[in-house]
């Protein structure tokens, strides 16, 4: 986990034009030409984001941030989804936080973090940083997989010597395997003024909410059988020390219109800090998420639908419309996924 270094915009326009039968986003974020820089994440009004909403359900555009709701440059990762030889979607893989976690106990993740320099406003290079920085596949004969067109050797290399060092990882030698980035159907322009062509032009999947602030996700796509695979987490706490959170693997037929809090069955890659040695088994839970793996799986196909059902967007619109949140929309921007947890999981 390294330094962020977060740039503060209060002009960022978004509009949902319809592509392909289906409601995309497309987002223009202009920094100003001396932002302010911040070493914090900071979020809207969950009030602001609700009336925003609003104009962009009537109107289809609106402006998503202003003097005092700016928005900070965006948080940035991937989704492993692990595909067959044609490309098909099979299993997709989150990680997921622990008990104790200060925020959303329990909930699958992605691979996401934050920019570390302003480079990153510009090149979106953390996406890939973070796709790679926390976690490495290892095949179950101790090869590190590594993309066969040879990108982001050096910082996959630099996770897995960093795993060895600290929790008795062995690595065998490596394999190169198809390792690709879905282009997404969401489309970011960040502008840096008064400059009129863009810094950075690029598709994935996009969201933002009070909860979880802007992501910009990319589907990572790995051509490998992942029953051959083990799955180490790798990220770490401020001091260096290696978290070793699960790993839950899942069926994306079996999660197909599941929603969240539904029942879920998984597979759980848990590391020994002991011994190294990966443990491999099955369970039952709920599925526990907060909107970023939401907007990612609405935008994975399986037999031509959606696996998640409901576009995060109107889901967020939605929970927010709910008369408890309502009443204090403050208490919901502070623990909305406490909140939602309780009020969607705890009384089925």
């Known amino acids: 986990m390294g330094e962020i270094y977060l740039g503060l915009s ?11 039968g289906k409601r995309a986003w497309e987002v223009t974020y202009t920094l100003p030409e001396k932002p302010e820089v ?35 440059t965006p948080s940035a990762g991937a989704v492993s989804v692990f595909v067959d030889e044609q490309g098909n979607p099979q299993y997709i893989s989150f990680v997921q936080k622990d008990a104790k976690a200060p925020r959303d106990p329990g909930f699958r993740v992605p691979r996401n973090g934050f920019p570390r320099s302003e480079e990153d406003w510009h090149t979106n290079a953390h996406l890939y940083r973070e796709a790679f920085e926390e976690g490495v596949f290892v095949t179950r004969g101790g090869e590190l997989l590594v993309p066969a067109d040879g ?18 990882l062995k690595i065998k030698g490596e394999k190169a395997v198809p390792i690709t980035f879905a282009k997404g159907a969401d489309r970011l322009k960040v502008f840096r003024e008064p400059d009129k062509r ?3 032009d690029d598709y994935g999947v996009i969201s933002w909410t009070p909860e979880t602030g802007f992501n910009f996700i990319k589907i990572m796509n790995v051509q490998y059988p992942v029953e051959d695979l083990w799955i180490v987490d790798g990220e770490q706490l401020p001091d260096g020390t290696t978290i070793q959170r ?17 029942p879920i069955h998984e597979t759980v890659h848990r590391r020994n800090r002991y011994t190294g040695e990966v443990e491999v088994f099955e369970r039952n839970d709920r599925f526990l998420c907060d909107k970023v793996p939401r907007s990612v799986l609405n935008q994975v196909l399986v037999d031509g639908k959606p696996v998640y059902p409901i576009d995060w967007f109107d889901e967020s619109y939605i929970f927010l419309f709910h008369p408890e949140i309502l009443a204090d929309m403050n208490k919901a921007g502070n623990a909305w996924s406490a909140l939602e947890k309780n009020m969607f999981v705890d009384e089925k």
């Open 10 to 20: 209060k002009e960022v326009h978004a509009s949902r034009p319809i592509k392909d």
């Open 38 to 72: 911040l070493n914090y994440d900071l979020r809207q009004s969950p009030r602001y984001w609700f009336q925003t909403a609003e104009r962009l359900m009537k109107q289809g555009v609106s402006r998503i941030a202003s003097e005092e709701n700016p928005l900070v």
């Open 151 to 168: 990108q982001h050797k050096e910082i996959i290399y630099g996770v897995a010597d960093m795993l060895a060092a600290r929790t008795l």
């Open 198 to 200: 863009a810094k950075l």
């Open 246 to 262: 699960d790993v839950c693997v899942i069926d994306l037929k079996h999660l197909a219109g599941k929603v969240f809090g539904n």
